[in-house]
């Protein structure tokens, strides 16, 4: 028996779990005097993927901490978007809502992500 209802309660826990994991993995390296040698990257085809630096990754993750706090639907989404890496077709399929929907929603989280980040700077 699964603790998970449904696929989309499933899910948006992989990725709070997975955004936990890059977070406290720039809070070690942080933490460090000195960085070790084990570095975040995303897959892509290119090969040519950027970094983000600790300090960024620590924003990111206080700006979607406040988020949560202010809307968890949206906090949810960014989750599923950033952190999975899923299109917006694969989040309608798992939350029922249209893909101009969750558009919107992705462009309010942005936005909002954005002007903490600003603001912590």
């Keep these: ?3 998970f209802p ?3 309660r499933f899910l948006g826990y992989t ?4 955004r936990t994991i890059v977070i406290d993995h720039a809070r070690r390296r942080a933490a460090q005097k000195r960085g070790g040698g084990f570095r975040i990257t995303t ?3 290119d090969g040519c993927a950027a970094v983000a630096d600790d300090r960024e990754i620590l924003q990111v993750g206080a700006a979607l901490e406040a988020l949560a706090a202010a809307d968890p639907p949206l ?8 952190f999975c890496g899923f299109s917006f077709a694969e989040i309608s399929a798992i939350r029922g809502a249209s893909e ?3 558009q919107r929603q992705w462009e309010k989280a942005r936005m909002y992500l954005h002007d903490r980040i600003r603001e912590s700077s």
């Design 1 to 3: 028996m699964s603790p």
């Design 6 to 8: 449904d696929r989309p």
């Design 15 to 18: 990725a709070r779990v997975m």
């Design 43 to 45: 897959l892509d085809d």
């Design 75 to 82: 906090a949810d989404l960014v989750d599923l978007k950033f």
């Design 100 to 102: 101009r929907t969750l």
